[in-house]
Nanobody, 119 residues
């Protein structure tokens, strides 16, 4: 059974930092691209950051220079370091694992962790 378990969310003041973690089980972690998505109230879920199995990263323009995604294949864990947080970063953050080829596609989601940026 595949499980993605996020942790590290909470309430933080503007300008503060948080580090999210996502522990994966039930998959060959090193073979998956891992991503962080977020969904604010009344908005669609959007990609925040993604890291491929080979370590290539990409970020939403809104978080470039503030957020850093990383992975530890030995711990089956992906991280999102969030610095200089803004109120508009408030959302539920979801961990995603995906792997695909021409013949298959696997896509798994965590339950989400709330991040609230407010004074």
């Amino acid at each position: 059974q595949v499980q993605l378990v996020e942790s590290g969310g909470g309430l933080v003041q503007p300008g503060g930092s948080l580090r999210l973690s996502c522990a994966a089980s039930g998959i060959i972690f090193r073979a998956y691209a891992m991503g962080w998505y977020r969904q604010a109230p009344g908005k669609q879920r959007e990609l925040v950051a993604r890291i491929t199995s080979g370590g290539t990263t990409n970020y939403a323009d809104s978080v470039k220079g503030r957020f850093t995604i990383s992975r530890d294949n030995a711990k089956n864990t992906v991280y999102l370091q969030m610095n200089s947080l803004k109120p508009e970063d408030t959302a539920v953050y979801y961990c995603n694992a995906d792997r695909s080829s021409s013949t298959y596609k696997y896509d798994f989601w965590g339950q989400g962790t709330q991040v609230t940026v407010s004074s």
